[in-house]
């Protein structure tokens, strides 16, 4: 493994997008930054732009009109950039696979480095994935 | 020549305060974390944070405004702290440069990351950077005048001097500015106006990152990035020494004193960093109102003080 590689993998900056998501996702991806779970041991940080982003995790359903929003997103962020897939709704469908405004799973989207299932996946679940995630890139 | 250059670029200019300015931006987040009851980051990461984006990522140029300003602002922000970095610690580590009135010159070297970044911003044609650096613009017309107010003050405490080493000199001849009333006025001055320059919590209010998702740095990639970063180290290590020299005796490099040296900065960098983590942001209109009213108030307070004898 180079220097760059271990130097990307210490420091991975998030940016998260929620679809047409019911939160509990969102409020579990948020749990991992709080006291309790601090990924910032892990050198991971919450960016507030996707200029600065590194990984991008993406939650909910994809509706028609978050699927241009999304491949916006992508576009925009700089590469290398690895996108996660969090929760039932952004690894399958989950329950709205069937709806007539479901613009098909994440992966169908974009490129997709790695799913963490579960409706919504435990924190645990979550800082598992991240790591497999560095491991495997 | 040689030696100017390595002044420059080596032992207390460039590599020496980015390398230093990196282990306080550890301390601070380490500080920060344990604040929050959490572990904290390691120690090299602020190096792989930078490396990372200076390696690895890639740099996006903004489509409608100016690409070459966009990417000339970063280098600009690099090279006015490590300009004013090295008029800065050349007095502390007791080298004197001979030149009368350098005080005046850090002052205006320590704005130009400041005017860089709203350069850069204003460059990139990003809507929310706008916001940012207008932002930007204001917090410096409001603090300016502040930090004048406080190096007037130093000057007139050490009898009309007007270069950094004839001030440390005459503190470390007889007692620190700071053992007395005026100083503390003008140290609680001085902690406000670098807290404002560096952009920290309260005074965060051009990089709000949940507000204009980080303001005036938002189209920033890679290794653009990479070197406001850097500024960032730089200015983290420069400006609680530039209090120290002005208020806190400098340092003196016996023996002992090396390890009250390096205890000052940390105490500086504390006392930033419990500030930033016990208070919430501010609006733009109640920062200019802190500085132009109550700061300015505190420091010409500090300077009838001076002019008594205190």
Redesign the interface.
Not at chain 2, 36 to 42: A, L, N, S
Not at chain 2, 55 to 60: D, F, Q
Not at chain 2, 217 to 222: A, P
């Given at each position: 493994m180079g220097f760059k590689e271990y130097c990307f993998k210490k420091s991975l900056w998030v940016f998260h997008f929620g679809g047409a998501s019911c939160n509990n996702c969102d409020i579990e991806i948020l749990d991992c930054l709080t006291p309790r779970h601090d990924l910032e041991r892990f050198g991971i940080l919450l960016a507030g732009s996707i200029r600065h982003a590194d990984v991008l995790l993406v939650n909910g359903s994809i509706n028609k009109r978050d699927k241009e929003r999304l491949i916006e997103l992508y576009n925009q962020a700089p590469k290398p950039i690895l996108v996660v897939a969090i929760g039932a709704c952004g690894c399958t469908g989950g329950i709205f696979a069937e709806g007539n405004v479901f613009a098909g799973p994440v992966d169908k989207i974009i490129p997709v480095d790695a799913y963490i299932p579960g409706c919504p996946p435990k924190p645990e679940a979550i800082i598992a994935g991240i790591v497999k995630l560095v491991q495997n890139s | 020549m040689a030696v100017n250059l390595f002044y420059f670029l080596v032992f207390p200019g460039f590599l020496f305060a980015a390398v230093t300015g990196a282990f306080l931006s550890w301390f601070d987040?380490k500080i920060t974390?344990r604040v929050?009851?959490?572990?904290?980051?390691?120690l090299?990461?602020p190096?792989?944070?930078f490396?990372?984006l200076l390696?690895?990522?890639?740099?996006?140029l903004p489509k409608q405004g100016s690409p070459l300003i966009f990417l000339l602002a970063p280098v600009l922000s690099v090279f006015g702290a490590t300009m004013a970095g090295v008029f800065i610690l050349l007095p502390l580590f007791n080298i004197t440069t001979g030149f009368k009135g350098d005080l005046l010159v850090i002052f205006y070297l320590l704005t130009i990351p400041s005017f860089s970044y709203i350069i850069g911003s204003l460059a990139s044609g990003n809507p929310l950077a706008a916001v940012g650096g207008s932002r930007e613009m204001k917090l410096i017309i409001s603090y300016e005048l502040t930090f004048l107010l406080l190096i007037a003050g130093i000057i007139m405490k050490c009898g009309q001097k007007f270069d950094l080493y004839s001030v440390i000199q005459t503190q470390q001849a007889g007692s620190p500015f700071i053992g007395s009333i005026s100083g503390v006025l003008l140290f609680i001055v001085g902690i406000f106006c670098i807290q404002a320059k560096l952009g920290l919590v309260p005074f965060d209010i051009a990089e709000a990152?949940?507000e204009i998702?980080?303001g005036v740095?938002?189209?920033?990639?890679?290794s653009a990035?990479a070197l406001i970063k850097l500024t960032k180290y730089i200015m983290l290590f420069i400006l609680p020494s530039f209090l120290i020299a002005l208020l806190m005796n400098g340092f003196r490099l016996n023996g002992i004193n090396i390890l009250w040296a390096v205890l000052k900065v940390l105490v500086v960098v504390l006392v930033l960093t419990l500030i930033r983590n016990t208070n919430p942001r501010i609006k733009i209109k109640q920062a200019i109102k802190f500085f132009i009213v109550w700061m300015n108030l505190l420091a010409i307070i500090a300077i009838v003080l001076i002019s008594f004898g205190n």
């Open positions: - | 987040r974390a929050q009851f959490r572990k904290g980051p390691p090299l990461q190096f792989y944070d490396f990372k390696l690895v990522k890639e740099t996006i990152e949940t998702n980080e740095f938002i189209e920033y990639s890679g990035y």
